[in-house]
């Protein structure tokens, strides 16, 4: 995983004052959330959105729910992203090939045993 730039940190910064500016207003979320998702700032995002939902008194609720499916919606992107960036398991070729060498170590190891056994 690279690191993330000062840059790209600050881009994120920018754009969360916007959405703190109206809670309500979708267009900054997609695209703050639309950043992070391409910049690997989830967790940075996922604890922003937790801290506000934190504060908000329970006269909020619709806020607090709408905040929710955020924080629903972040995880959902982050399980994607290590669906997508999981290495599938090795199949064909590959496989013959680690079979054989572990039939070819087995059957080397169980000739020695033998070996050893009627010295």
């Known amino acids: 995983m690279d690191e993330v730039s000062g840059t790209e940190r600050a881009v994120a910064e920018a ?12 267009g ?8 992070c998702t391409e910049h690997e700032l989830l967790d940075e995002a996922a604890r ?11 006269e909020e609720q619709e806020l607090k729910d709408r905040l929710d499916k955020r924080l629903a919606g ?4 982050a399980m994607a992203k ?8 090795p199949t ?20 020695l045993l033998v070996r050893a056994l009627l010295m």
């Not at 969360?16 to 309500?24: E, G, P, Q, R």
């Not at 900054?28 to 950043?35: V, W």
């Not at 064909?92 to 000739?111: D, K």
């Open 15 to 26: 754009l969360w004052a916007k959405v703190s500016v109206d809670l309500t207003d979708d």
């Open 92 to 111: 064909g070729l590959v496989m013959r090939i680690m079979q054989f060498i572990i039939v070819g170590f087995t059957v080397v190891s169980l000739w």
């Open 28 to 35: 900054p979320h997609e695209a703050y959330l639309a950043h």
């Open 48 to 58: 922003r959105y937790r801290e506000v939902k934190d504060e908000l008194d329970d």
């Open 82 to 89: 290590l669906d997508v960036e999981h290495e599938p398991p």
């Open 74 to 77: 972040i995880a959902t992107l």
